[in-house]
């Protein structure tokens, strides 16, 4: 019986001790008997891997090349399963042409095949009838291009047979074949005349300093007296020389063959400018004063303007001690109607 009393007791006490890990050790200490156990401490986990800083740096290559592939747009179909026939959004079909093309050309009317047009590729018609660039057409469905016809036929000879122009139509269908760049025509045209003397004379104009000026003032001043005075032609003094240095009148016989030697300082000595409205020369050339006079009228005439001329004398200037201009002096009659 006294057992049973003192057990009942000591489950009285453990029941009104305070509940916790800080009472279990207060209980502890108070029974003298220190708790030893440690603390457990973090543990670190080190882990030695094979591969260095090159492969991580390959391995990110890697896989930024798989991305960049991953990115990029899916390769377009082949040409054999493309249908040309069907639009598709992706790729615009090509304008097609009958193997017979109408054509009007600034109001005059043509028909040729598909294959002359397209005759030499690096051409402006080869290109326009391609099918890459849009051609618009008449109220008859004819192909229209916006260009003089009156000699269309003589380019479309050139590319069906390889025929060239009459003579007197080759400058006129050379700027044509200039506006469609047909190189070929263009070629065969230079070396016919009266282009290849064309060149000749433009060799020989390109020695004479401000030639083109020359002549526009030409046109400027007879334009001007002729609306001073209202009249329908107007006259200049234009001078023409070849040689650069005066002569003796002992020497003028020899005029065109002569060529002086003398220094800067005696040559400007007979520097000065002849009173006339304008002047051209001097030039280095076989072709004589004669052969500018002529291409002075043409070169006007090129302009729709009529030009006479005649020599009235030479230019008697006296320069210093037996030495006179001695060059000579032509009058132009310009007529405006």
């Known amino acids: 019986m006294q057992q049973q009393q003192q057990q009942l007791n000591g489950a009285a006490e453990a029941c009104a001790a305070p509940c916790g890990p800080g009472s279990a050790a207060q209980a502890r200490m108070r029974g003298g008997t220190p708790d030893r156990r440690t603390v457990p401490q973090p543990q670190v986990r080190v882990v030695f891997s094979g591969h260095d800083e090159a492969d991580t740096e390959s391995g990110d290559a890697m896989a930024q090349s798989a991305e960049d592939e991953r990115k990029k747009p ?72 916006d260009r003089d016809g009156a ?42 005349q009266p282009l290849t003397g064309e060149k000749v004379r433009q060799a020989f104009l390109d020695l004479l300093p401000y030639y083109k000026e020359n002549l526009e003032r030409i046109i400027e001043i007879a334009k001007l007296r002729a609306t001073q005075r209202k009249a329908r032609f107007a006259k200049l003094k234009i001078c023409v020389y070849k040689e650069e240095m005066p ?58 303007i009529t030009a006479d001329h005649q020599c009235i004398g030479v230019c008697d200037k006296h320069l210093i001690n037996h030495y006179y201009c001695k060059r000579p002096i032509y009058e132009f009659k310009i007529t405006w109607w």
């Open 74 to 145: 899916p390769p377009p179909p082949p040409l054999h399963n493309l249908d040309l026939g069907k639009p598709v959004r992706a790729y615009s079909a090509l304008q097609e042409f009958p193997e017979v093309v109408p054509l009007n050309v600034g109001g005059t009317y043509f028909t040729t095949r598909l294959s002359t047009l397209r005759r030499h590729e690096d051409t402006m018609l080869a290109a326009m009838f391609s099918g890459r660039h849009h051609i618009p057409r008449d109220s008859e469905g004819r192909y229209f291009i």
């Open 151 to 192: 000699y269309f036929g003589d380019i479309l000879n050139f590319l069906r047979a390889g025929e060239l122009p009459q003579r007197d139509r080759v400058q006129a269908v050379h700027r044509e074949a200039q506006y469609y760049a047909i190189g070929p025509l263009l070629d065969s045209l230079e070396n016919i």
């Open 247 to 304: 002569v003796t009148p002992y020497e003028r016989p020899l005029f065109n063959s002569l060529r002086f030697e003398r220094s800067e300082s005696e040559a400007k000595l007979f520097e000065h400018h002849c009173e006339v409205d304008v002047t051209f020369g001097p030039w280095e050339a076989v072709a004589d004063v004669y052969d500018l006079l002529h291409c002075i009228v043409s070169d006007l005439a090129q302009s729709g």
